[in-house]
């Protein structure tokens, strides 16, 4: 649990347990890092923001049907260049939040069906 301390994230974090960040304005993410959710696990952002710190990161990618990401509160996810990656049948919810797109000819939203 991340709560209202400035923290630096950096290289490729693997989300592999319930991963909840509140009321935090200060996560920042190293340059080109990014988050990726394991099987049956959950990333909430509540009331807090994740900012790239100096240059953008890539995002968070969840692959798989039993992953998922809630971002709620007011929270600000931005300055990914990849942005937030969805795959067929995620749980994706986003109440009274902002994701702000960095670069115009970059995804900041993806819903994609896995490659049969």
Do not use: H
Not at 38 to 67: E, F, H
């Amino acid at each position: 649990m991340l709560v209202n301390k400035p923290v630096v994230l950096q290289g490729n974090i693997q989300v592999d347990n319930e991963w909840f960040v509140y009321n935090n304005p200060q996560v920042y993410m190293a340059m080109n890092s990014g988050m990726e959710i394991q099987s049956n696990k959950i990333i909430i952002v509540n009331d807090s923001k994740l900012l790239g710190c100096i240059d953008d990161w890539k995002g968070i990618k969840a692959d798989g049907s039993d992953k998922r990401i809630i971002v709620n509160n007011g929270s600000t996810i931005r300055d990914m260049n990849v942005g937030i990656q969805l795959y067929i049948m995620l749980l994706y919810k986003l109440e009274t939040a902002t994701l702000l797109i960095t670069k115009v000819d970059q995804y900041f939203f993806r819903n994609e069906r896995p490659n049969i």
